[in-house]
């Protein structure tokens, strides 16, 4: 008799997609309109385009306080 053929199990569930942490905000229509518009101008998906303009963002320099 033949040796059996060994098969690696499976691991249950979805597989992981990212290691990074996820957060989930709400936009106004208009908020998500004017992202949208920014992204489409660039070519990226809305989370790339979400995820560009909080780096612009931290990068910007403030005069004084909001």
Do not use: C, F, H
Not at 6 to 28: D, E, Q, V
Not at 31 to 60: N, P, Y
């Amino acid at each position: 008799m033949g040796k059996s053929i060994s098969a690696k199990r499976k691991k249950r569930g979805r597989p992981a997609t990212g290691t990074n942490r996820m957060y989930g905000l709400r936009l106004s229509g208009t908020l998500a309109g004017q992202i949208d518009s920014w992204a489409k101008e660039r070519d990226v998906s809305r989370s790339e385009a979400i995820r560009r303009l909080v780096e612009i963002g931290l990068k910007a320099k403030v005069k004084g306080r909001m």
